[in-house]
């Protein structure tokens, strides 16, 4: 199967996304698939790691999916009968270079018309940033006909402490000793080879409509009530705060402001509002959350 084409185009702060798109694409370049991979860097780049003012201060842009310059990047085919996109979540949205890869002209005039898996390598939240990314292939005219979210499978309080430690300080060690390593497990990053022979299969056959499926039932895709809930409620701030830190003259007093609020919505008023859903009001809505746990699961847009 020589000849099929594939780019594989992705951007990465830290290299973990290099690693899940090579172990993904490994199957695709086994079979003699021509993959064409395209590491798009932004003009300026982002400093890591993040000091605390600069990270929070990201926020409304990527709310907003303002996008930044990027530096040019030439993709040598015209046409390519699939693109493999990855990226990364910043606050709930795509980061800040991937939603300007997907509104580039570039990207544009090849996704026009082209079948696109997305795949994402983040902490755990995600369903709402691929709800902008949805968005934002449905705008370049491209087919989203798979999803793959690889996030880090520790509790949600773990991964918070263990990306601060990665992110803001630069380190990938245990911290104290006693916390996991930050970021997508080793072994998870591994397993992207097995959801890139799926996509593998479901392209030699063309078989488009039955990727995400297949993908569904290998767990490539997981959307947990806790965490969706948790999401909910902040794809919902997020865009009332951003919209303040960019209309106050006091910007920097306003990013103080959401960093701490952001800590203590997620450390008190989410779980303390989760508790109160799960006891009283969860039962009664075991129809809709799992309509919306299938929903997110797939690769329609509302
Ligand atoms: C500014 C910023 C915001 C982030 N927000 C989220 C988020 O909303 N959800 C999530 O699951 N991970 C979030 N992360 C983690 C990233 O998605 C990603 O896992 C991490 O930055 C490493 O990615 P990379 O090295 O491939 O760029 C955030 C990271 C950064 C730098």
Known sequence: ???????????????????????FTQPLVQAGVAVEKI???????FVFPWKASV??????????????????F???????????FGYQPWFLSPSLPANSILQHPTFKAIANNTPVVTISGCRNMWLNSQEKVKGLLQQANAKLVGNIAIVDKH???????????????????KKWGIFPKPGVADEDVKNASVFGNTVLQHLQQENWSALQPALIAQKAVRVHYHLMFFEHK???????WAKQINKRKNRAAWVTAFKYYLLFALCVVAPTLYVIDF????????????????????????
Not at 234 to 240: E, Q, S, V
């Open 155 to 173: 509790n949600n309080y773990v991964s918070l402490v263990t990306i601060v430690h990665w992110l803001l300080y630069g380190r990938t060690d």
């Open 1 to 23: 199967m020589t000849n099929k084409k594939v780019l594989a185009i992705y951007y990465t702060q830290t290299g973990q996304l290099t690693n899940i798109m090579d172990n």
């Open 74 to 84: 030439t993709p040598q085919q015209e046409q390519y009968d699939l693109i493999l």
């Open 39 to 45: 590491l798009v860097q932004p003009e300026q780049p």
């Open 234 to 240: 902040g794809a919902h701030l997020f865009p009332i």
């Open 55 to 72: 990270f929070f201060d990201k926020m409304p842009d990527c709310v907003f999916l303002k996008p930044v310059a990027l530096q040019p």
């Open 279 to 302: 006891v009283l009001f969860r039962v009664f809505k075991l129809n809709r959350i799992k309509k919306q746990q299938q929903y997110y699961s797939g690769v329609a847009l509302k």
